[in-house]
């Protein structure tokens, strides 16, 4: 039978985990087996640079946290090798991200289960995650289509330009669509614009 001492230990790991993964957004379990200590320190790398806190933990340690936190569907996931990846950040997807990549290079590297906003969630709803674009990626694609209607904007008024310096014969949405890159152009059969007075 474990002394008191021991005992306490664990109880204060128990906690500290449960803490960590009540202030974290967004966390994945994983089978590491079968990746090399060389791979493994790459990975460790790129998920602290991304604000992810990760270690190899005792499945018992593991099921004791998830059962305080009302994660009872970790259960199931609680064999062989485990380690947890846990976002210290509000990055929900740079854990799932990284991982998932990571087991698409490594076959025996497998997603167990991960946490999102406090709920459980399986491997294939943590690829999903994995498969999202990054944030940055998303906030660029939503500033370029605030962006949009004003380039537009001014490549009209620069046609309008152009057209009142000298290239009368030339229609304002022929000049709109030389100036506007290929993959926006309006389909062929699109009515033209009036000319400007």
Do not use: W
């Amino acid at each position: 039978m474990p002394n008191a001492k021991i005992l306490e230990e664990k109880k204060a790991l128990v906690a500290s985990l449960v803490e960590k993964i009540k202030n974290s957004p967004a966390g994945v379990l994983v089978d590491y087996k079968g990746i090399n200590v060389e791979d493994d320190t790459k990975l460790r790398r790129e998920l602290r640079a991304a604000g992810v806190e990760y270690a190899v933990i005792k499945n018992t340690l593991i099921r004791f946290a998830a059962k305080e936190l009302g994660f009872d569907a970790f259960d199931e996931h609680l064999n062989g090798t485990t380690a947890l990846a846990i976002s210290t950040t509000e990055d929900v997807i740079a854990p799932a991200k990284i991982l998932g990549d990571f087991a698409k290079k490594h076959e025996n590297f497998t997603i167990k289960a991960g946490y999102l906003e406090g709920k459980v969630i399986d491997g294939a709803e943590v690829q999903k995650l994995a498969n999202m674009p990054s944030k940055e990626t998303l906030i660029a694609q939503v500033l370029y289509s605030f962006n949009y209607p004003i380039m537009q904007l001014a490549i009209a008024c620069d046609a309008i330009a152009q057209k009142a310096d000298g290239n009368e014969d030339m229609k304002v949405a022929e000049l709109v669509a030389a100036k506007v890159p290929a993959a926006e152009e309006a389909p062929a059969d699109a009515p033209e614009a009036p000319a400007a007075e």
